[in-house]
């Protein structure tokens, strides 16, 4: 139904900044909840952020509250990752995810292929 491929990605000094893109196709944009989410070096997928369909709602994990933003352009079929002052521990491939936001459901169906994010120290 809907087609994700995150890009943005790349190496970056802590203290910095990079923004990280999705880009969608197929199905109708607009129906979806969006959600970041990143994988680490042997550690397991962790929920980053997430956004409604219409964005008047957004949720963060505690460890980025503050520095990234999540935000969507529902005109333009995109939904990105605003990342200020990123760490060392926020080295990880990041991902994004949609789910059918009137389905209620905490699972994501729709998966991009990564995008790898390194911060050095």
């Known amino acids: 139904q809907v087609q994700l491929v995150e890009s943005g990605g790349g190496l970056v000094q802590a203290g910095g900044s990079l923004r990280l893109s999705c880009a969608a196709s197929?199905?109708?944009?607009?129906?979806?909840?969006l959600g970041w989410f990143r994988q680490a070096p042997g550690k397991g997928r962790e929920f980053v952020a997430a956004i409604s369909r219409t964005g008047a709602n957004t949720d963060y994990v505690d460890s980025v509250k503050g520095r990234f933003t999540i935000s969507r352009d529902n005109a333009k079929n995109t939904v990105s990752l605003q990342m200020n002052n990123p760490k060392p521990e926020d080295t990880a491939v990041y991902y994004c995810a949609a789910r059918i936001e009137i389905l209620r459901s905490s699972e994501y169906p729709y998966w991009g292929p990564g995008t790898q994010v390194t911060v050095s120290s």
């Open positions: 197929g199905g109708t944009f607009s129906i979806y909840a």
